[in-house]
């Protein structure tokens, strides 16, 4: 019986979720004093995915099928769930990613287990009740979900849980086949079109985010978010009717109808912090907010706050950024 | 071609969160309750694609008690044909899925649509429960999605990127923005709605896998620390050396 973890790579490296994902699952295993397995989905390298017993993974999986270097649901299933019958898994933990809600939530079908979702912490298991806590309502409270069956499936919020590093500990990397046919592949995806990302940063993964609203005016002016973004390392994002009326895309568009996320840091940027918006980001470590009215609503859920003109201000912060070397 | 659209009553998206004092249910004191606002970009989408092919039906369905009618009857007034009730009070995202692959199963029902997830409990489960129940494809989160006979074109956001998917009717899809605008209901829609059938089934399936124990709220901020613009480098120093974020 071991944990099994589902790793999701990316161009050849683990998605940094997934270095969270395989740490909490190395953590889950000791508290049932067992090892953990990962399986690894995407295109991976050897070498990366022997790194994994940096993350406490003693053993990973992978079936080096061409066609599985997209996500396709119905043979992620297939082979997770084939997987998770070899090394007799009574716990899969997963990223709360696309991906990860999508096969997740097929496979505890399949697999008959008890599914959490937006996992925040590491689970208790006192006297054979097991419970993890979850975030709910967008983000505005938790719930501690008691999963009853004799399978769990957890999927774990992004930026919730400190990877581990223990270096120069690896992985041993084994091949597998789910013997998927064509028929598992039915919904693979014609094209696959990826985005521009400011500086390379993904919005979901990142754990900075300098995000934009109104006030910012107009797409001409984004450049001064982009900066301080650049030189911080952040990823941009954006406040509703700032994608709505298209000066941004959409998947920029953070809060209750967007993405949530939970960055170490998010700087707003002459946005009002309606309840809507801050569903979505109100988990981050560390918020600042810039904006001229003092009566913001945002302020109240600020760590940190400048009341001014971010024209005047962006570019300062940019400037103090470029000076810490 | 036969559409199904699933709806959940959720708190308004301005609603202050608070608990029973017992920590274990919603307070549903004062609140008012709407469709979850995902789940209207897949009715309205639902209604837009029976429109532009000239035929076929769009059902509502709604897992909840009596007092999720309203919301039922809006989604009618929006431009949906018909609606089911069951009859429960939503237990976990399993216990709902089982009963939409009932219905589906029964109903014959070529596409089944409904939002990302819910706003209270944020699951993003039940489609891929549902398309697994049924043997079914399922595409979420989808943003885009046309139809041309039987074959579905859809665009599936992925982190970074977004992926175009095809498949075959029937399949399961959870929608997202920006894949249409939601409609509001009209004078005559809020008309027309009491008139068109709800009808009300009592729910099926197994025991719920998941039960929540209790809720709580995020710890209260401690109060923002204000820097004059004048000094906004001030902040970045701040953010390296008391927050140690940078
Ligand atoms: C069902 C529903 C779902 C929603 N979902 C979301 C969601 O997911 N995400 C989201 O963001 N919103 C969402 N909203 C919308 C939300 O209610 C707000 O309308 C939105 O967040 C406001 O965006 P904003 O702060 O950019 O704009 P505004 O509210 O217009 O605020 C602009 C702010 O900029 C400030 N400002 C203006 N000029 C300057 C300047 N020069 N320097 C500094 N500050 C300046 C102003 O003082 C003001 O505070 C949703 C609404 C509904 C009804």
Same mark, same amino acid.
């Given at each position: 019986m071991s944990v099994l973890v589902v790793v999701e790579c990316d161009g050849g490296e683990v998605k940094k979720s997934s270095l969270e994902v395989a740490s909490y699952g190395s953590q889950v295993a000791q508290l049932l004093g067992t090892t953990a397995t990962a399986i690894a989905v995407g295109e991976a390298t050897e070498a990366n995915l022997a790194q994994l017993g940096e993350q406490g993974i003693t053993k990973v999986l992978y079936d080096a099928?061409?066609? $599985? *270097?997209d996500f396709v649901n119905g043979a992620y299933t297939k082979l997770i769930a084939a997987a998770a019958q070899q090394e007799d898994s009574k716990v899969i933990v997963l990223a709360n990613s696309n991906i990860g809600a999508a096969v997740g939530s097929r496979l505890s079908v399949r697999l008959q287990a008890s599914l959490a979702t937006n996992v925040v912490e590491l689970p208790k298991n006192d006297g054979g009740q097991f419970t993890v806590k979850r975030g709910a309502f967008s983000g505005k409270a938790f719930a501690d979900v008691v999963l009853s069956g004799d399978r769990k499936i957890l999927a774990v919020k992004k930026n919730s849980i400190e990877a581990l590093h223990e270096a120069g500990k690896t992985a041993q990397v084994e091949s597998f086949s789910a013997? $998927?046919? +064509?028929? +598992?592949? /039915?919904? /693979?995806?014609k094209q696959v079109v990826m985005q521009e990302q400011t500086g390379g940063v993904l919005l979901p993964e990142a754990d900075k985010v300098v995000s934009g609203g109104r006030?910012? *005016?107009?797409?001409?002016?984004?450049n001064l978010i982009e900066d301080l973004a650049k030189a911080l390392g952040a990823a941009t994002a954006c406040s509703k009717p700032v994608s709505d009326v298209d000066?941004?895309?959409?998947?920029?568009h953070v809060g209750q109808t967007g993405i949530t996320v939970s960055p170490n840091l998010y700087i707003a940027c002459g946005? %009002?912090? /309606?309840i809507q918006h801050l569903a979505g980001?109100? %988990? %981050? *470590?560390v918020i600042v907010v810039i904006n001229k009215?003092?009566? /913001?609503?945002?302020f109240k859920a600020a760590d940190y706050g400048i009341v001014g003109d971010v024209f005047d201000v962006l570019p300062k912060l940019t400037q103090a950024v470029k000076e810490l070397g | 071609m036969k559409f199904l659209v699933c709806i959940s009553n959720v708190p308004d998206t301005t609603t202050k969160i608070a608990f029973t004092p017992d920590n274990k249910?919603?307070?549903?004191?004062g609140v008012q309750f709407v469709i979850n606002p995902w789940d209207e970009y897949a009715l309205t989408r639902a209604i837009e694609l029976k429109e532009a092919q000239g035929g076929g039906t769009v059902t509502v369905l709604n897992v909840g008690e009596a007092d999720t009618e309203p919301n039922i009857r809006k989604a009618l007034a929006i431009g949906a044909d018909d609606a089911i009730r069951?009859?429960?009070?939503?237990?976990?995202a399993f216990f709902v899925a089982q009963q939409i692959a009932s219905i589906a199963k029964d109903g014959g029902y070529d596409v089944i649509l409904m939002g990302k997830?819910?706003?209270?409990?944020?699951?993003?489960?039940v489609h891929g429960m549902v398309g697994e129940l049924l043997g079914i494809p399922t595409v979420a989160p989808a943003m885009k999605l046309d139809m041309s006979g039987n074959t579905a074109t859809l665009e599936r956001e992925i982190e970074g990127g977004k992926e175009i998917v095809e498949v075959n009717t029937p399949f399961v899809a959870s929608c997202q923005q920006p894949m249409c605008e939601p409609r509001i209901p009209n004078m005559r829609g809020i008309m027309t709605a009491r008139t068109k059938p709800l009808k009300v089934v009592e729910p099926v399936g197994d025991a719920p896998r998941t039960e929540v124990a209790a809720y709580a709220l995020p710890p209260k901020k401690e109060g923002v620390k204000l820097i004059p613009a004048e000094n906004a480098g001030e902040l970045i120093k701040l953010l390296r050396n008391e927050a140690k974020v940078i």
């Open positions: 099928e061409p066609r $599985l *270097k013997q $998927l046919t +064509d028929a +598992d592949f /039915a919904d /693979a995806p006030g910012m *005016k107009g797409p001409e002016n984004w000066w941004r895309p959409h998947h920029e946005i %009002s912090g /309606a980001v109100n %988990s %981050s *470590k009215d003092p009566e /913001a609503p945002f | 249910e919603f307070n549903k004191a069951v009859n429960a009070f939503p237990k976990d997830e819910s706003i209270d409990y944020n699951g993003f489960q």
